[in-house]
Every structure is written in structure tokens, then in C-alpha cells.
């Protein structure tokens, strides 16, 4: 059974920082040779797509809104993907998803303050 669980969202200011987790069970060989992706979903919003690596962390990229701030990373040994988020700014706000294939995570509240 495959299960994603991210950690690492708590409340921070503006311009601070935060590194999300997302650890993968489950997953077998899948983890090594499916892309991999961070979403969020703001209140009142559509969920959308932030970040994706591509399998064994060759390609990562970003949405704009984000490009240039966010860095997502990936450890293939620990079946876990990161997300570094820099500069954060209050509109970052969002509880924020992994997701592999048709697999998602409970997700993880971010909340910036100004």
C-alpha cells in the first residue's frame, strides 16, 4: 500500500523559511521512475501544482509564482522528496501536498505572516 506523508509546515513571517518532507512507503521501484510533485491549496482556491522532479532527481521545474524561491529535491535512498521554500511570502500561504501517480499525502499547513 503505498502512503505519503509530508511534514515540516508550521508559521512563519515573511521572508522566512521552511523545508517540507515527504516520505513514501509503499512504493517499490515506482518512487525511483515516477515523477514526482508538491501541489498546495489556498482557501477558497483550486489546488495547484508547484514543483516536480523528475525520477532519480534529474529535472525539477516550477511554477512561477515560485520559481527561483523553492527548490525541490530528492532522496531516492530514503524514498523522500523535500521542498525548500525561501523568501516566503504571505500569498505561499496553503496546505501543501505531495503526490506520486495517484497517490497524495494529508498534506501540511504552511501559513506565512506579513
Known amino acids: 500500500q503505498v502512503r505519503l506523508v509530508e511534514s515540516g509546515g508550521g508559521l512563519v513571517q515573511a521572508g522566512g523559511s521552511l523545508r517540507l518532507s515527504c516520505v513514501s512507503s509503499?512504493?517499490?521501484?515506482?518512487?525511483?521512475?515516477?515523477?514526482m510533485n508538491w501541489y498546495r491549496q489556498a482557501p477558497g482556491k483550486e489546488r495547484e501544482l508547484v514543483a516536480t522532479?523528475?525520477?532519480?532527481?534529474?529535472?525539477?521545474t516550477y511554477a512561477d509564482p515560485v520559481k527561483g524561491r523553492f527548490t525541490i529535491s530528492s532522496d531516492n535512498a530514503k524514498s523522500t522528496v523535500y521542498l525548500q521554500m525561501n523568501s516566503l511570502k504571505p500569498e505561499d500561504t496553503a496546505v501543501y501536498y505531495c503526490?506520486?501517480?495517484?497517490?497524495w499525502g494529508q498534506g501540511t499547513q504552511v501559513t506565512v505572516s506579513s
Open positions: 503526490n506520486l501517480n495517484l497517490w
Open positions: 509503499g512504493t517499490g521501484i515506482m518512487f525511483s521512475f515516477t515523477a
Open positions: 522532479i523528475t525520477p532519480s532527481g534529474g529535472v525539477a
